[in-house]
């Protein structure tokens, strides 16, 4: 499976075509043969929102899930606040994306952790959030099955035994998805994609990650015209 915009839409098709119903983690066990879709937003909201137009083009809907850690980027600015409204207006879902190795030598236990940064998250969206993934999970995190009041947890055991995980970890599918789709083996299936490696044209991992770090180029500059009168006067773009 390429890494295309294209190629995801095919994928949505077959799933389609194999009778999959598209659920979420709260509707999940009112369908026989459901797949929830399961995206972590890790570097870049932009990207994000195009995949979710490919989702809302075919009359998918998913869940996103948003780190408040990430040093790629915050939530709560303008202009990032304004693309994940635009992914919930589409009818999909915004979940926290927990990252555990943010906290050093925490004092506080996961599950508190967890609840407190769902609370910052509904404040940023001013919508309640009800789901969390984990970010590079702990084995004793996944042992744990952490059990949140009022949070669903997409790496409870109901989700981990219960359905078939596939997942582009790494720009790599594990397994062979379109395959296993295919087959028709499992019933339930539960797919985690990340938008970060999807392009209209297929391109490398090296591509990716290099175009990545260059437009933060273009994206650092702008912002400090925001911030700095007369910036061209100290520095020009073209000369950054």
């Not at 078939?164 to 539960?190: A, C, F, M, N, T």
């Not at 970060?196 to 933060?216: I, P, R, T």
Request: hydrophobic fraction near 35%; include cysteine.
């Amino acid at each position: 499976m390429n890494f295309t915009f294209a190629s995801y839409a095919q994928l949505l098709t077959l799933l389609r075509n194999a009778d999959y119903k598209f659920c979420d983690y709260h509707t999940w066990n009112e369908e026989k043969r459901c797949v929830i879709l399961r995206h972590d937003i890790d570097q870049i909201i932009e990207a994000a929102v195009k995949l979710a137009h490919v989702e809302q083009a075919m009359g998918v809907h998913s869940t996103w899930f948003v780190m408040l850690t990430s040093d790629f980027y915050n939530p709560a600015s303008p202009k990032n606040l304004e693309g994940l409204r635009m992914i919930q207006s589409m009818g999909h879902e915004l979940g926290l994306h927990f990252d555990e190795v943010a906290y050093v030598n925490p004092q506080e236990p996961v599950e508190k952790l967890i609840t407190h940064e769902v609370g910052i998250l509904s404040e940023i969206l001013q919508t309640p959030v009800t789901t969390v993934s984990m970010h590079r999970p702990s084995q004793k995190t996944l042992d744990a099955n952490l059990q949140i009041p009022g949070i669903i947890n997409s790496y409870g055991n109901e989700f981990l035994c219960e359905f078939k995980y596939l997942s582009d970890s790494r720009r790599h599918w594990h397994e062979p998805v379109e395959e296993i789709v295919r087959s028709g083996e499992y019933d339930r299936l539960h797919i985690l994609t990340h938008a970060f490696w999807y392009h209209e044209q297929e391109k490398s991992m090296g591509d990716a990650v290099q175009n990545f770090v260059d437009s933060a180029k273009h994206e650092r500059y702008e912002q400090l015209v925001e911030n700095i009168s007369n910036l061209e006067s100290v520095i020009r773009e073209e000369d950054a």
